[in-house]
């Protein structure tokens, strides 16, 4: 602003400024999302100190985040996580590190009704799996600590 400002130059300081503030709100949303995936990787009375793309395994390659479809980034959620059978919310919660903005459940679950018609993901109960890792035999580390079922077909 110059040292006499006038209307104008204060709308346009005002303006200036609503912009910011609407960035820095994106910002913290993304943020938001990315500490709770975060403290629900952690396990309880453990500091958390892991990154998502640590938690996930996934890949830190911004760029080609963005050009996964929605099967695509559900299916590497999956594929990528530490543990066999997850639930939908922390697909959500991976999928939303995945393309670095928040995915709505009414994204999710569509997907995933579509990705079980198909046979690329197998649900039980409130759990679901990638069925290659389920055919395969694949161990997670620790499936009691995600609160998965016993029986997984």
Known sequence: M??????TDVRRR??????QRADLNSEDKELEIAERVLLRL???G????????EAFNMSPVFG???KLTMK???????????????SANDIQ?????????????????PTLSVLKKEGIILRDGLKIALASRV?????????????ASKNHR
């Open 2 to 7: 110059n040292q006499n400002p006038d209307l």
């Open 14 to 19: 005002r303006s200036q400024i609503a912009k």
């Open 42 to 44: 952690v396990p309880a």
């Open 46 to 53: 453990e500091p958390s100190q892991t990154e998502p793309s």
């Open 64 to 66: 080609l985040r963005s």
């Open 72 to 86: 695509e980034m559900i299916a590497k959620a999956l594929s990528e996580s530490d543990f066999l059978w997850i």
């Open 93 to 109: 919660e991976a999928v939303s590190v995945i393309k670095g903005s928040e995915v709505a459940m009414t994204s999710i679950s």
């Open 135 to 147: 055919k395969n035999n694949e161990t997670p580390h620790d499936e009691r600590s995600k609160g």
